[in-house]
T-cell receptor, first 117, second 111 residues
Framework: GAVVSQHPSRVICKSGTSVKIECRSL??????MFWYRQFPKQSLMLMAT?????????EQGVEKDKFLINHASLTLSTLTVTSAHPEDSSFYIC?????????????FGAGSRLTVL | GDSVTQMEGPVTLSEEAFLTINCTYT??????LFWYVQYPGEGLQLLLK?????DKGSNKGFEATYRKETTSFHLEKGSVQVSDSAVYFC??????????FGTGTRLLVSP
């Protein structure tokens, strides 16, 4: 079946540094990918929609300059958390839609846990 | 805006007990409804879905019926197993592929 891979699964960084998280569709192409953020004991919140070959679409309240998204190819989207601060510590999850079994299905990555010291 | 409300967890059950996790939603139009499951250390997996009123989604012994009159999509299973221990998310699809999630409900099943 369709697989979405995220890397790294865990990352610890110092405050003020930037961190890049990769999201890859392993066996299918994705012109669109979605980035979510999950706080402890809270729901997944959609941050942005990544579009291959064009700018990402950000949800209201998400800082574009803080969370840089690049969809460089049909199988890769990256999320860069710039000048990270402790409040950016969270679980980041990407997903990509694919057509399977006659219907569009969203496949999720396993997530990337970011800890900012 | 669209929203999903789930019962708070954790839900703690003994093996073979009956499971219900409540989910209600608020949405304009006619959303599709989903249940996702997240096992420890893994990504979210689609468990079941329903695309219109009165549809019943089912998978791995789990069931949920799309109730438009009560705006609900409660998850049920007749006999849970230890391997069902996970976090369950109710979600609705709003717009093109955009999912709105509930807060998730952790299920703990003991032998």
């Amino acid at each position: 079946g369709a697989v979405v891979s995220q890397h790294p699964s865990r990352v610890i960084c110092k405050s003020g540094t930037s961190v890049k998280i990769e999201c890859r569709s392993l066996d299918f192409q994705a012109t669109t990918m979605f980035w979510y953020r999950q706080f402890p004991k809270q729901s997944l919140m959609l941050m942005a929609t990544s579009n291959e070959g064009s700018k990402a679409t950000y949800e209201q309240g998400v800082e574009k300059d803080k969370f840089l998204i690049n969809h460089a190819s049909l199988t890769l989207s990256t999320l860069t958390v710039t000048s990270a601060h402790p409040e950016d510590s969270s679980f980041y999850i990407c997903s990509a839609p694919h057509h399977g079994g006659g219907a569009n299905v969203l496949t999720f990555g396993a997530g990337s846990r970011l800890t900012v010291l | 805006g669209d929203s999903v409300t789930q019962m708070e967890g954790p839900v703690t059950l003994s093996e073979e007990a009956f499971l219900t996790i409540n989910c209600t939603y608020t949405a304009t139009g006619y959303p599709s409804l989903f249940w996702y499951v997240q096992y420890p250390g893994e990504g979210l997996q689609l468990l079941l879905k329903a695309t219109k009123a009165d549809d019943k989604g089912s998978n791995k012994g789990f069931e949920a019926t799309y109730r438009k009159e009560t705006t609900s999509f409660h998850l049920e299973k007749g006999s849970v197993q230890v391997s069902d221990s996970a976090v369950y998310f109710c979600a609705l699809r709003s717009g093109f592929q955009k999912l709105v999630f509930g807060t998730g409900t952790r299920l703990l099943v003991s032998p």
